[in-house]
């Protein structure tokens, strides 16, 4: 019998995050390699970039390990709610 590990092979797959602006039908979006909080945290940086500090965003996301323990990234954006 042959053991397997718990991870698997993507073979080049991509990884797609998106953010819609309700408002304006604004459509953000960033592919990556790799499904990590580093490039989550990333595309959430450009996400905020072009809004200011005083509007609200609320971020609707599923429950994934990376949507999860970011509140050091949110310290600095008060205004973000996930």
Request: hydrophobic share 40%; aromatic share 8%; glycine share 4%.
């Amino acid at each position: 019998m042959r053991g397997f590990k718990s991870t698997y092979r993507r073979h080049g797959t991509l990884n797609l995050f998106a953010a819609l602006e309700v408002a304006t039908g604004a459509i953000h979006t960033q592919t990556t390699m790799k499904k990590r909080r580093v490039e989550f945290l990333e595309f959430m940086d450009k996400v905020v970039a072009d809004v200011s500090p005083e509007r609200e965003i609320h971020v609707v996301l599923d429950d994934y390990c990376i949507h999860k323990r970011n509140d050091h990234w949110l310290a600095k954006h008060p205004n973000v709610k996930l």
